[in-house]
């Protein structure tokens, strides 16, 4: 079941007026259902998938916090993780594995094996193993209630494409369930619009110009697949910022505040500090769970950035079973490493030609230059295979040509004018609210102060801007997130 499809709009109102109605006791049972139910939409078989997931990580985390042995507690915290990890693996790279091993060994010795990806995977194993971790470590007491337990791994909001929850901050608020509050309702329901401007007005329109074009990449000169890759980049934060803010929205209405996945990652001056607003939940999980783990920067450089790049390669391939997402990975960890190493070399030359760090033009170029390294390295992530991406960037480099937008171009790559209008729009809205979230602002808490006539004013716009731009491919069934593939 997809955010933006119409069983969707009759499910959520459901699932919350309910909640809301039946009592205490009863809420977390109903989510349960729910979320399993919203689970199951895609296939009843993935149901089962998660639930041995739910069983195998709740009975570890009982008995690592009871047993006083070390060595058993080592033992059972093992068996969590390679158990998750072992269904990630088998549903997500088995398959990708044995066609790597035939390549190696020739086609003489062909295995096969056809394996169907449950949606989500990714995201909530990594949930409930961070819960094992947490437990492990004392950071938390294991959860008794195996119903309020399962419906952390489920919670229908963020289940399939995160944001990947902490139990020490998802669990506490589980545990006692909410009162209707009109005022979440309200905050709820505003960021979810928000998130559904983002996904189906600039990500979907977005997305029919950028397979255009990288669907038959060798038509098309520089300029157009530099323009592509360029879009692409706003196409993904757009598609999977607004899934995240959906998520957190709806799950803002059930009184439930999920972290936040997303934060203007394009005014980042740096590669590490857009990996600190990008994809927050993962990145972070990484860090906590692997990176530190591994020893951080608590060591020498060199070890350092041996963990930086593993920690990425890990990410990369969190991505998918495709070495060239593991390439994407590398190459963001070998930004990180090389910025590292030219750091002190850098505030060397900014203090011999008298340069403020603070100043604006500096921080301006800081970020020009980390939005165009972070579009190389996903025509790497959107290209189907390496070679393609060589292919891509040869193109660009040796056939940039002139600027072709406005010879007609533009409206020979799926989209007509009035979706290149109402995207370009919707894109001004989002660089606008996304600077004043900037500076220390909330768009909400500004609407809020307004008027009547002013706040249903914007909605209203909003909501027309959706709806104008979904009349746009009236008939056609709704756009999947980017992330479910995941």
Not at 17 to 23: E, G, H, K, S, T
Not at 210 to 227: C, K, S
Not at 229 to 256: E, M, P, R, W
């Given at each position: 079941?997809?955010?933006?499809?119409?069983?969707?709009?009759?499910?959520?109102?459901?699932?919350?007026?309910?909640?809301?109605?039946?009592?205490?006791?009863?809420?977390?049972?109903?989510?349960?259902?729910?979320?399993?139910?919203?689970?199951?939409?895609?296939?009843?078989?993935?149901?089962?998938?998660?639930?041995?997931?739910?069983?195998?990580?709740?009975?570890?985390?009982?008995?690592?916090?009871?047993?006083?042995?070390?060595?058993?507690?080592?033992?059972?915290?093992?068996?969590?993780?390679?158990?998750?990890?072992?269904?990630?693996?088998?549903?997500?790279?088995?398959?990708?594995?044995?066609?790597?091993?035939?390549?190696?060994?020739?086609?003489?010795?062909?295995?096969?094996?056809?394996?169907?990806?449950?949606?989500?995977?990714?995201?909530?194993?990594?949930?409930?193993?961070?819960?094992?971790?947490?437990?492990?470590?004392?950071?938390?007491?294991?959860?008794?209630?195996?119903?309020?337990?399962?419906?952390?791994?489920?919670?229908?909001?963020?289940?399939?494409?995160?944001?990947?929850?902490?139990?020490?901050?998802?669990?506490?608020?589980?545990?006692?369930?909410?009162?209707?509050?009109?005022?979440?309702?309200?905050?709820?329901?505003?960021?979810?619009?928000?998130?559904?401007?983002?996904?189906?007005?600039?990500?979907?329109?977005?997305?029919?110009?950028?397979?255009q074009v990288y669907?038959?990449?060798?038509?098309?000169?520089?300029?157009?697949?530099?323009?592509?890759?360029?879009?692409?980049?706003?196409?993904?934060?757009?598609?999977?910022?607004?899934?995240?803010?959906?998520?957190?929205?709806?799950?803002?209405?059930?009184?439930?505040?999920?972290?936040?996945?997303?934060r203007q990652p394009?005014?980042?001056?740096?590669?590490?500090?857009?990996?600190?607003?990008?994809?927050?939940?993962?990145?972070?999980?990484?860090?906590?769970?692997?990176?530190?783990?591994?020893?951080?920067?608590?060591?020498?450089?060199?070890?350092?950035?041996?963990?930086?790049?593993?920690?990425?390669?890990?990410?990369?391939?969190?991505?998918?079973?495709?070495?060239?997402?593991?390439?994407?990975?590398?190459?963001?960890?070998?930004?990180?490493?090389?910025?590292?190493?030219?750091?002190?070399?850098?505030?060397?030359?900014?203090?011999?030609?008298?340069?403020?760090?603070?100043?604006?033009?500096?921080?301006?170029?800081?970020?020009?230059?980390?939005?165009?390294?972070?579009?190389?390295?996903?025509?790497?992530?959107?290209?189907?295979?390496?070679?393609?991406?060589?292919?891509?960037?040869?193109?660009?480099?040796?056939?940039?040509?002139?600027?072709?937008?406005?010879?007609?171009?533009?409206?020979?790559?799926?989209?007509?004018?009035?979706?290149?209008?109402?995207?370009?729009?919707?894109?001004?809205?989002?660089?606008?609210?996304?600077?004043?979230?900037?500076?220390?602002?909330?768009l909400s808490i500004?609407?809020?102060?307004?008027?009547?006539?002013?706040?249903?004013?914007?909605?209203?716009?909003?909501?027309?801007?959706?709806?104008?731009?979904?009349?746009?491919?009236?008939?056609?069934?709704?756009?999947?997130?980017?992330?479910?593939?995941?």
């Amino acid at each position: 079941m997809l955010f933006n499809s119409v069983s969707f709009l009759i499910y959520f109102p459901i699932v919350v007026l309910m909640y809301f109605i039946i009592p205490a006791k009863g809420k977390n049972v109903w989510l349960l259902v729910a979320s399993y139910y919203f689970y199951m939409s895609w296939n009843v078989q993935y149901g089962l998938l998660i639930l041995l997931s739910t069983v195998i990580t709740y009975a570890c985390g009982r008995v690592v916090e009871r047993q006083e042995n070390t060595l058993w507690r080592k033992l059972t915290f093992a068996l969590s993780l390679t158990a998750n990890f072992g269904i990630l693996f088998f549903f997500k790279y088995f398959e990708w594995m044995l066609d790597n091993i035939n390549r190696l060994l020739g086609s003489g010795y062909g295995f096969s094996f056809t394996i169907l990806l449950p949606v989500g995977i990714s995201f909530y194993t990594f949930q409930a193993v961070g819960y094992t971790f947490d437990v492990y470590r004392g950071k938390l007491k294991a959860e008794k209630n195996f119903i309020t337990y399962a419906l952390f791994v489920s919670f229908f909001p963020q289940l399939v494409a995160g944001p990947i929850e902490r139990s020490t901050n998802l669990l506490g608020q589980l545990q006692k369930p909410s009162v209707f509050k009109a005022e979440n309702v309200t905050k709820g329901l505003q960021v979810m619009l928000w998130g559904y401007v983002e996904k189906m007005v600039i990500a979907d329109n977005l997305a029919i110009l950028v397979d255009q074009v990288y669907n038959n990449y060798e038509a098309y000169g520089g300029f157009i697949l530099a323009l592509a890759s360029v879009l692409f980049t706003i196409q993904i934060y757009c598609d999977f910022g607004g899934y995240s803010h959906i998520a957190i929205g709806a799950a803002k209405v059930l009184n439930i505040t999920l972290m936040e996945n997303f934060r203007q990652p394009f005014f980042a001056c740096g590669i590490r500090e857009f990996w600190q607003r990008w994809h927050i939940s993962l990145s972070g999980w990484f860090r906590d769970y692997l990176y530190i783990p591994l020893g951080g920067g608590r060591c020498s450089n060199w070890r350092k950035y041996f963990n930086v790049m593993v920690t990425f390669l890990a990410s990369g391939m969190w991505h998918g079973a495709s070495w060239h997402y593991i390439i994407w990975g590398g190459l963001h960890g070998a930004y990180r490493v090389i910025g590292e190493i030219l750091h002190p070399l850098k505030r060397k030359i900014w203090e011999a030609l008298h340069v403020n760090p603070e100043h604006a033009l500096y921080q301006t170029v800081q970020r020009v230059s980390t939005f165009f390294l972070v579009v190389v390295a996903f025509i790497v992530f959107r290209a189907t295979s390496f070679r393609e991406t060589l292919q891509i960037m040869g193109i660009i480099v040796s056939r940039f040509g002139g600027c072709q937008l406005t010879d007609g171009t533009l409206l020979t790559l799926g989209l007509n004018l009035a979706q290149i209008l109402l995207t370009g729009l919707a894109m001004a809205l989002l660089l606008m609210v996304d600077i004043v979230h900037e500076k220390g602002g909330h768009l909400s808490i500004w609407i809020g102060k307004r008027p009547a006539v002013v706040r249903y004013g914007i909605y209203y716009g909003l909501i027309l801007l959706i709806l104008t731009s979904v009349l746009q491919t009236f008939g056609q069934s709704a756009a999947s997130f980017l992330y479910f593939q995941f």
